[in-house]
Structure formats: structure tokens, C-alpha cells
């Protein structure tokens, strides 16, 4: 039996985190901005759409196809080019995805008509389906397990969680300034910047051996990822009793399944199912789902609250979700003490209980005045549990991991990041704008988000409570020996 190391008793001190070397903070600077990026994508073109559509000759109808361009590759092909990076070189690929991502944002920046357009948006998202994992990868290999690791991901968490909610506020002002094409400008400007910096940077990372690619596992899992995405973003607009969505759903799940019986067969899989047996990954997983689309959820509708019922200019909105940039990146920074003292897994379960209690605090919004307040207070610190979530669940998911099968553990880390950016406003947010008073369907959507965040922090409680086996003449807390 093998004791379980990550429930620190609350009594003990924090460690002392290292100090980092300029180098190291280099590193972390490319990685992140990296990330930052990518985090920023998601967003940063949902307020110039119409611009964008008039500009270009887009139907209404067409215009979900600059979203679901975007997101379809970037979620779709993550666990392969995690798997890639560890097989043949993570660095080497990083960099690749880099100059795809840049050159794409190139191409979409300067479209003449929506093919031009719609191809950058997908080359993009490309990209970022290469970028994310490697990147995730290389930061876990680069910095030790511990207070070191700690700290990375939780300023990387921070500036992730921060590009989602930036992007929102710069995609309006930007557009109003300087037109749509400045929003994907930026995105380019990002990546030129980081590419001449990182070759000279980062370290290559790969596995010592090279075993063959598991390319039925490739096939399925990407194909089955690609169905499903497409069924989420298409139900948004279109509902989920629409011939599409009910088809590409239906794929999905059976491509999935066929995914897992292929990795149960396969001598050398894409996917380890021992690792996704244990506890640490399948419950961190969960909450890594819960708490990113929870979140983009509850941002969507009260962007929506704060503009049409208490009729917020732009600028003013931003100004709400600037408070709420804040206080994430004091979060970050706090949130690795935090883990240092409690251990990863109840700082997550800790995390989704505050950030469900303090978005039911939202139930309280009417259309007085006075309620942006009350708005502004809930989610800034709603959003300060979300980012204890979003750290917190990195370090539980990778935690343990050999170095070898970092990639594949950051793959599913980032795939449940890209899944829940891509979910939650499809399941939920469609709730309000579909309802026939938005303050009434606002309502509904929070008090279902509140439930789902609060029940999953309850199951993941149950899910990493110690297990207990008995020595000797005491119990000790034990898990499995390779449930960690």
C-alpha cells in the first residue's frame, strides 16, 4: 500500500518556495504568454462578430462557424499532439504550433472574405491544440514537483483564467477603436513576440524511448473529440434537438467508446486507462470541467445582465470584469500558499464550494441600480475561488506523473480546460437568451450553475477522501498503489 502524500494536515507550515533563476523566469514568461495567448482567443472575437459579419458578407447563421472554426481543432486534436511532444520532442513542437498560430492569426487579420477568414480561425485553433499541452508539458517537466511547480502553474492558471476574461473586455474596445481586424492583430503581435524568444529558451523534453503511435487510438479520440465539440457549439445556436447536433452527438459517444475498447487492446496506447483509473486524475478532471464552464457560463450572462437590463456601456462592463482581472491574479499568487498548507485536493474541493456559494450570491440581482455592486463583489470573488479550481487541479491531475507521461496527463488537463470553455454557455447560457424575461432566465442559469459547482466540490470530496487501511495497531490513510 502506498501512503498518500497529498493531504497535508492544515497544522503544517508552508513551504518555502525557491527562488527562481532569471532564467527559469524567462521560461515561465514565453510559457505563459503562450498560454495567455490562446486563453485570449477564446474570447477576444465574441463582441465583433456582427462587425465582422458585415465586413465580410457572414450571415447570421454563418457566424458561429468564427467560434466553432476556432474550437473544433484546438479541442479536438489536443491529446494527440500532447502524445506527439512526449514521443518526438516536445520543444520542437511547441515551436511548430507557435509559428502555425502566428501565421494563422496573420491570415485571419488580413481575410478577404469568409473562406480566407474561417481558414485562419481553424489553422488557429490548430495551433493551439499543438501550443497547449506542449506548453503545459514543458512547464511540468521544466519545474520540479512541489513549491516550484506549485507557483508555475498557479501564475500560468492566473494568466489563463485572466486572457478569458481580458479578451471579453479588449474583443469591444478594440473593435470600436480600431475595427475587428486589431482583435486578431493582437493575436498575431502575441505570437511574434513569443516565437523569436523561445528557441534559445526552452529546454527539449521528450521520453527516453520511442514507442510506435498509437494511431487507431489517434483516429478514434480525435474524431470522437472533433463530433463532440461540434454537437456543443452547433446546439447553441441551434438547439440540441437539431438533426446536426443530435447526429454529431450520437458520433461522438460512439467514437469515444470505440476509443476506449481500442486503448483497452493496444499494446503501446494513445491514452493509459490504469492512468485514468486514478482517483487524483478522474476527480481532478471533474472539477477542472465543473469550474471552467461554470465560469465562462456565469461571465456570458452577466455580461448580458449588465448590458441589457442595468444597460452598462462597454466601457463600464469592462470596468466590472477589471475588478474581477484583479483579484484572479491576487489569487494566483496566494492560491500556492494556500495548497502548501491544505494539499492540492482540498484547496480543489475548497475552491468549487466557494466559487458555487458566491455565484448563488447572484440570485440576488435585479434591475435596480445599485446590484452592479453586487454583481461586481460575487463574481470578482466567486473568481478568486475559480482560480484556486483551476490551479488546484492541474496540481492533482499531474501530481505523481512521471516525466515521461507528463504530456499525456497535461493533455487531459488542457482538453478538460478547452472542453469546458467550449460547454458551458451550450448546456447552460443559451437558458437566458432563449428565456422570454432576461433577468428571469439569468436567474435560472445561475441557480443551476451554483448547483452543479457545489454538488461536484461535494462528489469530489467523497471522490479523494483518504482511503483507509489498517498497520500494525493504527489506521493510516492509503490509497491503491497507483491510484495516485
Given at each position: ?178 475595427g475587428w481586424r486589431s482583435t486578431m492583430g493582437l493575436l498575431a503581435i502575441f505570437a511574434l513576440v513569443v516565437l523569436p524568444l523561445a528557441p534559445g529558451l526552452l529546454p527539449e523534453s521528450r521520453t527516453p524511448e520511442r514507442p510506435h503511435l498509437d494511431v487507431p487510438g489517434a483516429i478514434t479520440v480525435t474524431a470522437g473529440l472533433l463530433s463532440l465539440i461540434y454537437a456543443l ?252
Amino acid at each position: 500500500m502506498a501512503i498518500d502524500t497529498d493531504l497535508t494536515h492544515p497544522s503544517s507550515p508552508p513551504l518555502d518556495t525557491p527562488r527562481m533563476s532569471t532564467r527559469d523566469k524567462l521560461v515561465l514568461f514565453v510559457l505563459c504568454a503562450a498560454q495567455f495567448m490562446v486563453a485570449l482567443d477564446f474570447s477576444v472575437l465574441n463582441v465583433a462578430l456582427p462587425v465582422l459579419g458585415a465586413d465580410l458578407g457572414m450571415s447570421q447563421s454563418a457566424l458561429q462557424w468564427a467560434v466553432t472554426a476556432f474550437a473544433l481543432p484546438s479541442g479536438g486534436f489536443l491529446l494527440l499532439f500532447g502524445r506527439i511532444g512526449d514521443l518526438y520532442g516536445r520543444r520542437k513542437l511547441f515551436l511548430t504550433g507557435l509559428a502555425l498560430f502566428a501565421a494563422a492569426s496573420v491570415l485571419a487579420t488580413f481575410a478577404w472574405d469568409p473562406a480566407s477568414f474561417l481558414a485562419g480561425r481553424a489553422l488557429q485553433g490548430l495551433g493551439a491544440a499543438v501550443i497547449v499541452p506542449t506548453g503545459m508539458s514543458l512547464l511540468t517537466t521544466t519545474f520540479a514537483e512541489g513549491p516550484a511547480r506549485d507557483r508555475a502553474l498557479g501564475i500560468s492558471g492566473t494568466l489563463m483564467s485572466l486572457g478569458f476574461t481580458i479578451g471579453m473586455v479588449a474583443g469591444g474596445v478594440l473593435t470600436d477603436a480600431l475595427g475587428w481586424r486589431s482583435t486578431m492583430g493582437l493575436l498575431a503581435i502575441f505570437a511574434l513576440v513569443v516565437l523569436p524568444l523561445a528557441p534559445g529558451l526552452l529546454p527539449e523534453s521528450r521520453t527516453p524511448e520511442r514507442p510506435h503511435l498509437d494511431v487507431p487510438g489517434a483516429i478514434t479520440v480525435t474524431a470522437g473529440l472533433l463530433s463532440l465539440i461540434y454537437a456543443l457549439t452547433t446546439a447553441a445556436d441551434h438547439g440540441f434537438a437539431h438533426a446536426d447536433v443530435v447526429t454529431t452527438l450520437v458520433a461522438g459517444i460512439a467514437l469515444l467508446t470505440a476509443f476506449a475498447v481500442v486503448e483497452s487492446r493496444t499494446r503501446q496506447p494513445l491514452v493509459s486507462l490504469p492512468m485514468l483509473r486514478r482517483r487524483t486524475v478522474a476527480w481532478g478532471n471533474l472539477g477542472g470541467l465543473v469550474t471552467f464552464s461554470m465560469m465562462s457560463t456565469v461571465i456570458f450572462v452577466l455580461t448580458l445582465y449588465l448590458q441589457e437590463i442595468l444597460d452598462l456601456s462597454a466601457w463600464e462592463t469592462g470596468l466590472v470584469f477589471g475588478v474581477q482581472g484583479v483579484v484572479s491574479v491576487i489569487a494566483g499568487s496566494l492560491t500556492p500558499r494556500v495548497v502548501s498548507r491544505l494539499g492540492a485536493r482540498r484547496t480543489l474541493v475548497v475552491s468549487l464550494a466557494g466559487q458555487g456559494a458566491f455565484t448563488a450570491g447572484l440570485l440576488f440581482l435585479n434591475a435596480h441600480t445599485w446590484s452592479v455592486w453586487l454583481a461586481t463583489a460575487a463574481v470578482s470573488v466567486a473568481s478568486m475561488f475559480h482560480l484556486g479550481a483551476i490551479i488546484s487541479y492541474g496540481l492533482t491531475v499531474t501530481s505523481g506523473v512521471p516525466d515521461e507521461e507528463q504530456g499525456l496527463a497535461t493533455g487531459l488537463v488542457t482538453s478538460t480546460q478547452q472542453v469546458g470553455l467550449t460547454v458551458g454557455i451550450p448546456l447552460l447560457g443559451v437558458l437566458a437568451t432563449t428565456a422570454g424575461d432576461l433577468l428571469s432566465g439569468t436567474r435560472t442559469v445561475i441557480a443551476l450553475n451554483a448547483a452543479i459547482v457545489l454538488a461536484a466540490a461535494a462528489l469530489i470530496a467523497l471522490g479523494l477522501r483518504p482511503l483507509r487501511a489498517t498497520a500494525g495497531s493504527g489506521a493510516v490513510e492509503a490509497e491503491p498503489v497507483g491510484s495516485r
